[in-house]
């Protein structure tokens, strides 16, 4: 297998690539890493890197031209068949950070030795539904709990439709069910915070350490950044990991569809209330403020939708006030949308 196969370039990204560039002698290439001022590519002919390109983000494609073999240039990048992204931290003018492009998966980690915090996990989701991408709760350090059952069971809760596998880096368990999930030219990113053990289960799933590993702090359960850049790292078999520096938050960036997908039960009650124009809160007739009163809906569930259905909002209003198109709806408009349907199927409903 040469080093462009390792890194997933399989038969399918082939016919892709040369669909897409149709001069035949452009080579493909994949990011690897992304540096300050240059990128680290795999290519048919090994690793290199390239100085002056910074366009790219860690796992794009590129097509090169290799005229000169000292001094590849990149004349194109494919397009995207996912990108998981974020706004960028204390951005006044609402950017947005990708953090990985044209993964199959999204490995959400979850450490099992800290208190989980359901906001970041529904968090994480919304943005790796949305990515187009494929979510998986990975939960790590499972040798370090003998009773683990409620953290578990708390996970799956919260991870609603995404799949949830228990693992320990140090025993061995669960690797090898997270492995079958990986075939070639499947590509997984883990995210996490510090100290999660992502870089421990990269180094396991690989079957040597390559990333670097840190304590973790007894007291909060924090850990070093020992991973300081996204890269890409083979996987015997074919398949990709891309392991991704501690994340301390993760505001959301353009993410109307994954909140619509982990949060599709609470968006199904806004077309069982009374009124269209329903706020959800001291209204008669509200399924939302129903479903929390009889406890079939959590109202840290319900609070923790609207703080990203408003971060959201928020976001599109500056868009917008940049010169941009504001895009997202608020829960008043998405109630007023669902109820405004409801009307058009029982007006026109056949009998």
């Not at 061995?172 to 999660?196: H, K, Q, W, Y």
């Not at 799933?205 to 007291?219: D, F, M, P, S, Y």
């Amino acid at each position: 297998m040469d080093t462009l196969q390792q890194y997933g370039f399989t038969d399918r990204m082939k016919s892709r690539f040369t669909s897409h560039f149709t001069d035949p002698g452009l080579e493909p290439a994949r990011v690897a890493r992304v540096d300050r001022g240059r990128i680290l590519v795999a290519t048919g002919h090994g690793m290199m890197h390239l100085d002056g390109y910074t366009e790219a983000a860690t796992g794009d494609w590129l097509a090169l031209d290799t005229t000169d073999r000292d001094r590849p240039t990149v004349v194109g990048v494919m397009p995207r068949l996912s990108v998981l992204q974020r706004k960028k931290a204390y951005d006044p003018l609402a950017e947005a950070q990708v953090l990985a492009a044209n993964v199959e998966i999204v490995g959400v980690v979850v450490p099992i030795d800290r208190p989980i915090s359901s906001n970041r996990l529904e968090r994480t989701l919304v943005a790796a539904w949305d990515s187009g991408a494929r979510p998986l709760v990975i939960l790590t350090k499972a040798d370090l709990r003998n009773k683990f059952d409620s953290v578990v069971a708390h996970t799956v809760d919260r991870a609603g439709a995404a799949e949830v596998i228990t693992t320990s880096a140090e025993s061995g368990d669960g690797l090898d069910e997270l492995l079958a999930r990986l075939g070639p030219g499947i590509t997984m990113v883990l995210l996490g915070p510090s100290g999660a053990g992502k870089s421990s289960l990269a180094n396991a799933l690989v079957g040597k350490a390559l990333q670097n590993t840190g304590a973790v702090r007894a007291t909060d359960g924090r850990g070093k950044h020992t991973t300081t850049s996204r890269e890409l790292i083979p996987i015997p078999g074919g398949a990709v990991l891309m392991d991704t520096p501690g994340l301390r938050g993760f505001a959301l960036w353009d993410a109307e569809a994954g909140l619509d997908e982990v949060f599709s039960d609470i968006e199904a009650l806004f077309d069982a209330c009374r009124f269209a124009d329903c706020h959800h809160g001291p209204e008669p007739g509200c399924a939302v403020q129903e479903a929390i009163r009889s406890g079939a809906l959590a109202e840290r569930r319900w609070l923790s939708y609207q703080v990203m259905e408003r971060e959201l909002a928020s976001l599109h209003r500056r868009q917008a006030g940049a010169g941009g198109r504001a895009k997202g709806r608020s829960t008043r408009q998405r109630a007023k949308d669902a109820a405004m349907a409801k009307d058009y199927r029982n007006r026109f409903r056949q009998p």
